[in-house]
Structures are given as C-alpha cells and as structure tokens.
T-cell receptor, first 108, second 114 residues
Framework: AQSVTQLDSHVSVSEGTPVLLRCNYS??????LFWYVQHPNKGLQLLLK??????LVKGINGFEAEFKKSETSFHLTKPSAHMSDAAEYFC??????FGAGTTVTVRA | GAVVSQHPSRVICKSGTSVKIECRSL??????MFWYRQFPKKSLMLMAT?????????EQGVEKDKFLINHASLTLSTLTVTSAHPEDSSFYIC??????????FGSGTQLSVL
C-alpha cells in the first residue's frame, strides 16, 4: 500500500501567484518526508525534506513545506510561481514510496 | 555537491537483446543504490535496492532474472535488462546514498525496445 498520496494530479497557476501541492502520508509515527522536482527526461532533484526537526521546512527555489501531524499532511508551497517551476513534483517517504506526482503548469 | 552519473541517457535496442545501464557516484562512496522505473506521466516505482558486495533486494513483482543488478564497487551499480521486450521500454532512474535522507538521483535512462 502506498504510504504517501498526492491529492492533485495537475495544478495550473499564473506566474507570480502562489502554488500549493498537497501530500498526505499514512504512518503511525512521524515519518521522514521529501519533496522532489523532476523536469522532462531528467532525474529527481530534492527540494526539501522533513526529518522530525522543525515542522516548517524551507527548501530550494523558494519552496517550503509544513509538516502537520494532526492532518497527516506535508503540503508544498511557493508564494510566487515562476515559469521555471513548471515540472513534475513528487512527494516521498523514507520507504522510498513516491506519490503519483503532480504536474505543475505555469501560465504567463 | 554530490553527483550521480547515469549512462546512457537514451538507448534504443532490438527485442531480445540485453541492455546495461550504469549508475556511478562521482564524489562519494555509495553503499546503497536504488533502481526505479518510471512510466510516462507516472510516479517512480522502486525496483530494487542494490547493496555493495551483496545481492540486490528486489521489490515484489520485479523479476530478478530479468533485471540483473550488480553493485561491485562503492561507486558503481549496473542494471542489465536481459532479453528486452517492448514492454520493458521505460524511463529508468537510479539513486545513490547511505540513507533516505542522503539520496542523490541520476538523470535517468530512456530505454526504447523495438
């Protein structure tokens, strides 16, 4: 059974507006959680990770994510989308179980 | 920063032939490497965990005789797709690291079997 679930298969935003990518996890204890970005025909790049330290995690490229145990969520946000943010995003847990991915498109 | 090199980036082969994909850690020693398969617009599926000096651990449903993994050194793991068929066409990605918190990904290999 999959340990992480990405709730949106596709998110479309206008450049300069906020981005929200949702990820829920299923675990009886605090997991390690990760967000990765994948550009076409490329490998994955780690955006940020949560490892039981601060619940608000800041990553690269202006992304951040908040771990909420009460909601079993680890949503990824960015206050202002850039065209270069158009890519596939994956949420993952320590078991290397990946969510189905969220495709982000950014409109000019 | 740490870099994982995956080669080749793209390979086209005839049905029935075998294809080898290499995954190298360039500036660190990787006791563990992971191999994934990704279908178009789909997530990554962990195929196997490659451990240096020992047999790989395959995920359920992955044929070990079909996907041969060799991790002969701390910087190199290879995945060989034996007797490839069109259904094996996919994007294969490796990652290397000693723990989930320290994983670095290769750039992937697009395999097309004719």
């Amino acid at each position: 059974a999959q340990s992480v679930t990405q709730l949106d298969s596709h998110v479309s935003v206008s450049e300069g507006t906020p981005v929200l990518l949702r990820c829920n996890y299923s675990s009886s204890y605090s997991p390690s959680l990760f967000w990765y970005v994948q550009h076409p025909n490329k490998g994955l790049q780690l955006l940020l990770k949560y490892t039981s330290a601060a619940t608000l995690v800041k990553g690269i490229n202006g992304f951040e994510a908040e771990f909420k145990k009460s909601e079993t969520s680890f949503h990824l946000t960015k206050p202002s989308a850039h065209m270069s943010d158009a890519a596939e995003y994956f949420c993952s847990d320590y078991k290397l179980s990946f969510g189905a991915g969220t495709t982000v498109t950014v409109r000019a | 920063g740490a870099v994982v090199s995956q080669h080749p980036s793209r390979v086209i082969c005839k049905s029935g032939t075998s294809v080898k994909i290499e995954c190298r850690s360039l500036d660190f020693q990787a006791t563990t490497m992971f191999w994934y398969r990704q279908f178009p617009k789909k997530s990554l599926m962990l195929m196997a965990t490659s451990n240096e000096g020992s047999k790989a651990t395959y995920e359920q449903g992955v044929e070990k005789d079909k996907f041969l993994i060799n991790h002969a050194s701390l910087t190199l793991s290879t995945l060989t797709v034996t007797s490839a068929h069109p259904e094996d066409s996919s994007f294969y990605i490796c990652s290397a690291g000693s723990a989930a918190e320290k994983l670095f990904f290769g750039s992937g290999t697009q395999l097309s079997v004719l």
